[in-house]
C-alpha cells in the first residue's frame, strides 16, 4: 500500500508538492508544529507534511486550507484541457500539460485519515467544544473531507478522477443553448 | 600518593577514594623511602603493573580535584567532595529523566516529546528556498489555463450548439454553424480537434446524397495525405470512399442508359457493369429507381426498386423516403406522402423535401391554409430553395395574391438548380408575369427558355386564354406536374 502510495505521489508529483506545501503553510499560520518537513518520505506520509496533531483552533483549517485550494486548481486546470481534448479531440502541449496537472491537483485533495478524525473530534467529538453554528456550517465540508481522506488512502480517487475528467464536457454541454 | 599527602590529610583522601567507583586499591603502607611493591606471594600481583595502575588513579583523581578547584576555586575541600558525592549520586540517577526528543539537552514531561524551546521553532518551521517557487509556478499555470479556456471556448461551446442542432433534427442549421466554427478556427489555430471533425462527417452522412459533393471537398480538406489511412480514421475513409463509388456508378449509369432501348435492356447492360462487391446496393437500386422513372416506368416497378432499397438500407432514409413521396403523389395518396413526410422531418426537420411534399399533399388535398404553412416553414430554413419557392408561387396565384405569386414565381427561376424546376418555375414566372401585365418580363423570358431549347408550358397561354381555369391545372389531375 505504501509503495503504491509512493508511486503514485511520485507520478503526481505537482499535485504533491502543491499539497504539501499548502499543508506546510496552513501549518504554520495555525501554529501547528511540524516534525518533519520533507515531502517525499517512503511512507504513508508522501506528500503530507510530519506535523502534530493540530489544536482545536487550527484543526478544520489545514485540512479546509489545502483541500480548496487543489481542488480549485484541479478544476481550473482540468476542466479547459477537457473541454478540448476529450470534447473536441484537439491534442496539443498545453491540453496534454494542464491535464496532468489538472489530474495530479485532484489526486492530491484530501487531508490524511489522521488529521480528518482530528478535525471530526474537534467538531463532534464528545469532548468537543464547537458551537452550534460552527458545526452545522462545518458539517458538509467536513463529510466530504473525511470521506474524501479514505478515498484517497484507498485510491478510488483515481477512478473518480477519470469519471470526472471523462464527464466534465457533457455537463458543460447541459448548460449551454 | 605522595601528591595526596601534599593536599590532604591521610584520613580525607581514604574518605576520598573509598567515595570512587571501582575497585578499592590498597594503600601503600611500605615506610618511606621504599618506593618497591614487594609482589605478594599469595595473589601474585606484579608490584610494577600495580605501581602503574595507582599512577594513573591517582592522576584520574587529580584531574577531577582541579577540575573543581577551577569550578570554584575559594571552595573549602570539605565542600569539594560533598559536590562529587552529589555528582556521583546524579549519574545514578539520571537513567529515569526524559529529555527533549530534538534538542536532548531540556527535560519534558513524561507525556511530552518536546521542550518548548523546540516546540517554538516547529511552529515556526522554514521553507527551504526552492519551495517558494511552488507557488509561484501554481500562479503562472493557473493564469496560462484561464488563458487558454477563454481562448478556446467559443468553438467548445459553438461545437455544443451544432450538436445539439443534430439533436434537434435540425441538421441543415448545425452544418451552417460548423462551417462559422470552422472559418473561425481557420483564423485562429488552425488545430481542428479528431472528434471536432468526425461529428462534422458524421452530419454528412446523415444529410445523404445531396450533399455528397460537399462531404468529399470536406474530406478532402481536412483528411488530406495520410491522415485518413489512419486507423482511427477508417469510418472516415469508408464514407469517402462510399462517396466516390457513387459518382464512378453515374457514370456507369450514363453507360448503360445511353446504350438502352427499355428499361430492361438498361437493368441488363448496368447488371453486367457494376457488381454489388464494388459498389453500394442502395445507390445501385436508386440508379434503377431513377432510369425506371425518366423511361416512363410503371408504378409499381419504381416501388419495388425503393422498397429494396429501405430493405437493404434502412438507416438511408434521406434517400428512400423523397422517392416514397414522390411515388405516393404520382398515385394520388396524399396522405402518405404526408406521412413519409413526417419520418423524413425526424431525420432532418429542415429537409426541403418535408416542406415540399407537406406542401404539394395538402394543396392537392385542398387545404391551402396548411399547404402555405408547411412551405413558409421550408422557407424560413432556406429561402432561396427553388422548388419551396415555386410552390409557394403557385399556393399564392390560387390564394389570388398574384403579386407574392410573381415574387415568388421570380425567385425560384432565379434559383432553379435542374431542368426541371427550370422549366415549372419558367412557367409559372411567365403566367405570373402575363396576368400582372408584365410583358417585358414574360418576353426575356421566353427569349431566355427558348435559348436553352426548353418551351413554355403550353396550358400557360390556355390559361391566359381562358380555356383552363388556374384551379384545373395545379388542383386537379396531375397537377402542374403535367403541364412539361
Known amino acids: 500500500m505504501e509503495l503504491i502510495n509512493y508511486i503514485l505521489k511520485i507520478l503526481t508529483f505537482p499535485g504533491a508538492f502543491l499539497k504539501a506545501f499548502l499543508e506546510q503553510l496552513a501549518c504554520r499560520m ?105 458545526k452545522i456550517c462545518l458539517f458538509i465540508p467536513t463529510v466530504i473531507m473525511r470521506a474524501g481522506s479514505y478515498l484517497e488512502h484507498y485510491f478510488v480517487t483515481v477512478l ?17 443553448k | 600518593m605522595a601528591v595526596a599527602k601534599e593536599h590532604t590529610p591521610d584520613n580525607e583522601l581514604e574518605k576520598l577514594i573509598e567515595s570512587l567507583p571501582g575497585e578499592e586499591i590498597p594503600i601503600d603502607v611500605n615506610p618511606d623511602g621504599d618506593d618497591k611493591i614487594p609482589l605478594d606471594p599469595e595473589t601474585g600481583l606484579d608490584p610494577e603493573q600495580l605501581e602503574s595502575e595507582l599512577n594513573d588513579l591517582k592522576d584520574l583523581v587529580q584531574g577531577e580535584i582541579d577540575k573543581m578547584l577551577e569550578k570554584n576555586p575559594d571552595a573549602e575541600w570539605t565542600d569539594i567532595v560533598k559536590e562529587a558525592k552529589e555528582d556521583k549520586k546524579n549519574r545514578k540517577n539520571k537513567g529515569n529523566v526524559k529529555l527533549c526528543e530534538v534538542c536532548g539537552e531540556n527535560e519534558v514531561a513524561e507525556d511530552e516529546q518536546y521542550c518548548e524551546h523546540c516546540l517554538d521553532v516547529m511552529k515556526h518551521y522554514p521553507f527551504s528556498w526552492w519551495k517558494y517557487l511552488i507557488p509561484i509556478l501554481a500562479v503562472v499555470l493557473i493564469f496560462l489555463a484561464l488563458s487558454y479556456f477563454a481562448i478556446n471556448f467559443s468553438v467548445f461551446k459553438g461545437t455544443v450548439s451544432a450538436n445539439k442542432l443534430i439533436k434537434a433534427h435540425k441538421l441543415d442549421s448545425a452544418l451552417s454553424a460548423y462551417d462559422k466554427l470552422n ?72 453507360t448503360a442508359y445511353n446504350g438502352a432501348a427499355s428499361y430492361d435492356d438498361f437493368v441488363k447492360e448496368f447488371d453486367s457493369l457494376v457488381s454489388v462487391a464494388d459498389y453500394d446496393t442502395a445507390h445501385i437500386l436508386y440508379y434503377k429507381y431513377y432510369a425506371a422513372n425518366v423511361m416512363g416506368e410503371d408504378i409499381s416497378v419504381m416501388r419495388k426498386n425503393v422498397e429494396e432499397i429501405k430493405k437493404v438500407s434502412p438507416e438511408s432514409k434521406t434517400l428512400y423516403l423523397p422517392l416514397l413521396a414522390e411515388i405516393s403523389l404520382n398515385e394520388g395518396k396524399y396522405d402518405d406522402m404526408v406521412k413519409y413526410a413526417d419520418e423524413l422531418a425526424q431525420v432532418n426537420k429542415e429537409s426541403p423535401y418535408v416542406a415540399l411534399y407537406k406542401s404539394i399533399a395538402y394543396r392537392f388535398k385542398g387545404d391551402l391554409v396548411k399547404a402555405a404553412k408547411a412551405c413558409n416553414d421550408g422557407l424560413a430554413v432556406t429561402p432561396a430553395n427553388s422548388l419551396l419557392n415555386y410552390q409557394m408561387g403557385i399556393i ?15 425567385t425560384a427561376y432565379e434559383q432553379a438548380d435542374t431542368a426541371n424546376a427550370y422549366v415549372s418555375a419558367a412557367s409559372l414566372y411567365s403566367l405570373c408575369a402575363q396576368l400582372l401585365g408584365e410583358t417585358e418580363v414574360n418576353e426575356s423570358i421566353i427569349m431566355e427558355t427558348s435559348q436553352y431549347g426548353y418551351p413554355i408550358s403550353d396550358q400557360v397561354q390556355k390559361i391566359i386564354d381562358g380555356d383552363l381555369t388556374i384551379e384545373d391545372v395545379f388542383l386537379k389531375g396531375k397537377g402542374d406536374f403535367a403541364w412539361n
Request: glycine share 6%.
Open chain 1, 30 to 134: 495555525y501554529e501547528v508544529p511540524i516534525e518533519f518537513g520533507r515531502y517525499f518520505q517512503k511512507n504513508e506520509l508522501c506528500g503530507h507534511v510530519e506535523h502534530l496533531l493540530a489544536p482545536k483552533k487550527g484543526s478544520f483549517g489545514i485540512c479546509f486550507l489545502p483541500h480548496i485550494i487543489m481542488l480549485f486548481c484541479g478544476l481550473v486546470f482540468t476542466i479547459p484541457a477537457a473541454l478540448n481534448l476529450v470534447y473536441l479531440g484537439k491534442i496539443n502541449y498545453f491540453g496534454i500539460i494542464f491535464l496532468y496537472v489538472g489530474i495530479s491537483c485532484l489526486l492530491n485533495l484530501f487531508p490524511l485519515i489522521e488529521d480528518s478524525l482530528n478535525m471530526w473530534e474537534h467538531l463532534y467529538g464528545k469532548e468537543s467544544k464547537a458551537t452550534a453554528i460552527s
Open chain 1, 160 to 176: 473518480t478522477t477519470a469519471a470526472f475528467v471523462w464527464s466534465v464536457p457533457y455537463l458543460f454541454t447541459l448548460f449551454i
Open chain 2, 183 to 254: 472559418a473561425e478556427i481557420k483564423v485562429t489555430d488552425e488545430n481542428f480537434g479528431g472528434k471536432y471533425l468526425r461529428y462534422q462527417v458524421d452530419l454528412y452522412e446523415e444529410l445523404g446524397i445531396d450533399h455528397y459533393d460537399d462531404a468529399l471537398k470536406f474530406i478532402e480538406k481536412y483528411f488530406e495525405g495520410s491522415k485518413i489511412d489512419r486507423s482511427y480514421n477508417k469510418d472516415v475513409k469508408a464514407f469517402r470512399d462510399k462517396i466516390k463509388s457513387y459518382e464512378k456508378l453515374y457514370e456507369k449509369f450514363n
Open chain 2, 396 to 410: 399564392s396565384l390560387l390564394q389570388g395574391k398574384q403579386k407574392e405569386a410573381f415574387s415568388f414565381a421570380s
